[in-house]
């Protein structure tokens, strides 16, 4: 440490201070003591840290699979948000989080002395899975743990209601829906929430297509509705399900928008550059991310957890060319 504070033309303390992610230090100067670290070969001792200070400065991190475009852009609001705060973060996917894997996951990664656990994705596993220290901070994102753990999570109930008056304001009789997994609980509040509003606006819901969440879900759900001359619009559980849909309307002759309306969930930036573009309700994934760092900060700072404080993150109904009148109003 004393030989990269010479180099750098500091002192000891500020190389101690940027080594731990402190915010206060000018960004030239963190710059210079981070090319001296480099041409020196310098590794702070991250134990001896924690133990001075009684915090690892690291947030581990639960997700499912992080392949999936939403886990992905959630995991790196969390990543942008833990840097900025000068925190490491330790990544666990479990692909059974149904079974013992997530209970091991959880353990594994409390064992690695974080501060605190950020959930992204825990499919259908409950609280009663995890296996956590007392008093751990803990934020989650799923909707399934939404009230058991302070959350950061988009508002769905209002993006379908906005999903489906956009298609009834444009003059559609009723409107299909194309589920996602029927063990996601995204899915089940979507599907739902789908229902109501047609019923509120006076209109029986149609037996939903059930799904998944990739594309080719999608793709078999735009064959089965493209056999029915009745249906002119469709909104789907999320964006891939959508582009799948797309394309096997388009392949059996039905035009969209012209005589199908598609609406997809999630807002990817996939879905501007599709044909026609994508009609969606967008999701602020990096916002999550970024809000469940907050609140595990929240945490630690209060030295400990504090209810189960709730974030909902507004959506926003982005309209593209997918959607149109029917052919025959009325």
Do not use: K
């Not at 967008?282 to 595990?296: K, P, S, T």
């Amino acid at each position: 440490m004393a030989d990269v504070a010479r180099l750098a033309g500091v002192s000891s303390q500020t190389v101690s201070r940027v080594s731990s992610g402190a915010p206060n230090v000018r960004q030239a100067t963190r710059r210079r003591v981070l090319q001296a670290m480099d041409q020196l070969g310098y590794s702070p001792n991250r134990a001896a840290q924690a133990l001075r200070r009684g915090s690892s400065r690291t947030i581990g991190v639960l997700t499912q699979q992080i392949q999936r475009t939403g886990e992905a852009l959630t995991t790196a609001g969390v990543l942008e948000a833990a840097t900025e705060a000068g925190y490491a973060v330790n990544l666990a996917q479990v692909a059974r989080p149904e079974s013992e894997d997530l209970r091991q996951a959880s353990v594994r990664l409390a064992h690695q002395d974080i501060d605190g656990l950020v959930v992204v994705q825990a499919g259908t596993a409950g609280p009663e899975r995890f296996s956590l220290p007392p008093g751990m901070p803990v934020a989650v994102s799923d909707s399934a743990l939404v009230g058991h753990y302070p959350s950061a999570s988009a508002d769905q109930v209002q993006g379908v209601r906005d999903a489906v008056d956009h298609l009834l304001d444009l003059g559609h009789r009723t409107i299909h829906h194309v589920t996602g997994p029927p063990g996601s609980q995204s899915a089940l509040i979507r599907r739902a929430t789908w229902a109501r509003r047609l019923q509120e606006a006076g209109i029986a819901a149609p037996e939903p297509v059930p799904g998944d969440w990739d594309p080719a879900a999608g793709y078999r759900a735009g064959l089965r509705l493209a056999r029915d001359p009745e249906v002119t619009a469709v909104l789907c559980a999320n964006d891939e399900i959508a582009l799948g849909l797309i394309r096997a309307l388009h392949e059996q002759g039905r035009r969209v928008p012209e005589e199908v309306s598609v609406v997809g969930f999630d807002g990817l930036a996939l879905g501007e550059f599709s044909f026609p573009p994508l009609t969606t309700v967008r999701l602020d994934f990096r916002r999550h991310g970024r809000a469940m760092v907050e609140l595990i900060l929240e945490q630690v700072a209060a030295g400990g957890p504090q209810g189960a404080r709730s974030m909902v993150i507004p959506t926003e109904m982005i309209i593209r060319a997918s959607t149109a009148a029917p052919p025959h109003p009325g």
